[in-house]
């Protein structure tokens, strides 16, 4: 699009596009009149004010390069060198006015570090200014940040933001995503109508908010459709598709930690359709009313679902099962992984949302996320005391790491409060701190424990899950951490049995980014899904800040992961209008970021952590193959009917008996606008023999490749027992760049009816 043009004079940089007298036509009457236009920033041939070093016959303007003398933006040959930059400029807009036949009327006018405008034009318009005399540069304008916190630049949604040409729609625009949760703050300014996005008149960001706890001729209907008490619902919400907001716009304006300036959904532009499906007094969402917010967000023809609520562990049979009616209908659904609670203290194996048609998110940390690092060393600590995974406050400064320092409770007010009797000077002197979380603020508790003069202050969560604290205000010269639960409940039992003898040691920085949340749950799949790897991939769900309830706040878990992705699903359907729910799903994985690390912070993760990876949207709407699975296959698939799910075409593998080897049938299809070379190749595990057929081979546009993958687990080496193999095979374009990798993930188990290789034990 770019149109460079040499000139020497500047009378030839704007002389040559006003030859011939061109007139200005009616405005509006191309074809392209009624084409989105976005902005665009045109830079013309002659220099700027700071560029002007008098050859072009008018006195120099141009700071000295040695410095010798201060520029004057005052000075009278400044003033008479724009005057006449105003007047080419005005040239300049006759010109593209004749060319384009409608008067373009500037937004801005750029006279000091170059001659330019930015004005509203079509991508064609833009095509058709780049090509005029006198015009050096068309550039579409970049959208730009001013430092949102966080998730949504973390997983790369501002690539696809600032993708030429730039319009609302690469931020979500016409794509509905429905939010089935705990209802919406109707009013907060996440969900207003943002002009930058067309929203306005009969077009609303909004579009409605239901309460489905009753409905009438199949609409819900019920009295509450806002929230009331949890602030769940405006959280995912606006995660999803939340307004990109200033922390200087209108009240209540967000108040992101130092250096970040806004916040913002992952797609901005999206319109939001609420449906309340849960009961906010008692923390329970009924399987009635989520069927209602089911068939009314396919009856609103939505185009993604985010469902960051449990089930699914059956999902032939329950809530999935619905969804996958969802899916036909060209609906794609995101939903949550599930978190740890006192009823699911360990996450391995409990993975929620297993359908193989449902997008399930496991949550993990970003790049503003400081974790670290804790392990009891004494008394004799239990295992589950080692590797503690810690948050650190929003303000309070990071520790450096260190070995047995005592960690002692106030055992008169554990919670520390003020109200409840404070601590008494010198409680923790020179030692760390251990408080409980619940009845005031982050910061009182903190502030109390280091004039009590703590050295470390770690707080246990007092609810089931992880916590991420605004610690505004506190003392910003002793590091602050969170511990969540249940370690933390572990921890005060330890501490209370060894009051006067705990010490613990503390590694810092261990998690930044891309860590496992250590309350995600995980596979591996058992049951009728034992041959699906679930979840499917992974996206920030640590210390997430967005809107809540008359506000904005942080929260974690794979709730809030869960609309990263529902967000990202957005993103790639407007600009992919073509492009089908299974196939969004099918890009998202196979393009997903692939290493990162568990909750332990040092442990590479794995398909049962994460499923493909960290959902990456800086190659996602890139994506040069996709995979597709018809509705048909999805319920043949049905064990409890005789089906197999280990035959659905998925970007995953897995069998748990694959000896002495097992086969896989994969199809891919090519979404490049050209024919591309591919090349597979295997990474993973040692020992395990992979092969794919064919290795090699080329498609044109829309065509697609049938893969056949065998797998042959028996050649573990010792390090392998008792342990599933994981992998990827890996598609690459065979002229790079053309598009990004592709990968399938695989886990495999050389196990076959209780008959293991001799010196292996089976797995527990």
Known sequence: MNHSVRVTLLAAAIGGCLAGGLAVHAADTTADAAA????YLITFAEPGVLDNDGSLGTAATAPRSDGSLRFDARSPEVTAYRGVLAQSRQQHLQAIAARLGRTVMPSHEYEFTHSGIAAELTAAEAAEVARLPGVREVEAEPFYEPGTYRGPTFIGA???????????????????????DTGIDADHPSFADDASCGFGGSDHKLLSYRDCSTTASGVCNGPSPEITLSSHGAHTASTAGGNFLLSSGPAPAPAPPTGFTSISGVAPCASIRSYKVCNESNGQCGGADIVAGINNAISDAVG??????????????????????????????????????????NPVGQVNHRGPWVMSVAASTHDQILAAQMSVDGPAPADDLQGMVIIKGSTTPAGSAFTDLPLRTYAANIEGCTATGGIPAGQFAGVGAYIRRGNCSFTEKITNAVNAGASFVLIGNNETGGISMNTTGAPTTVPAYSIG????????????ANPAA?????????????????FSLRGPTSGVTIGVTKPDITAPGVNIYAAVNGGYGRMSGTSMSSPHVAGAAALIRAVHPDWNPVEIKSALQMTAKRTGRKDDGATPWDPDDVGNGRVDLTVAAQAGLVMNETYANYLAANPSTGGDPKTLNLPSMRNMACAPSCTFTRTVSSKLAASAAWNASFEGADGLSVTVSPASFKLAPGASQTLTITVAPEDYGPSFANRIGFGFVVLKTATAGQAPDAAISLAVRGAANGIYRDGFDPLP
């Open 36 to 39: 989105i236009r976005s902005t």
């Open 158 to 180: 501002d690539t696809i933001w600032n993708t030429a040409p730039v319009t609302p729609v690469n931020r979500g625009k016409g794509v509905v995503i429905g939010v089935l």
């Open 304 to 345: 993604v679902i985010n469902f960051s609520i449990s089930g699914g562990t059956s999902p032939w049979n329950d809530n999935d099962r619905t969804f996958l009616n969802a899916v036909n209908a060209g609906i794609f659904v995101a939903a949550s992984a599930g978190n740890t609670s006192d009823g699911v203290p």
């Open 485 to 496: 639960s249940p370690a933390s409940d572990r921890l005060f039992a330890y501490v209370a």
């Open 502 to 518: 705990t010490t613990f040691s503390f590694t810092p920085n261990v998690g930044n980014p891309d860590m496992l949340g250590d």
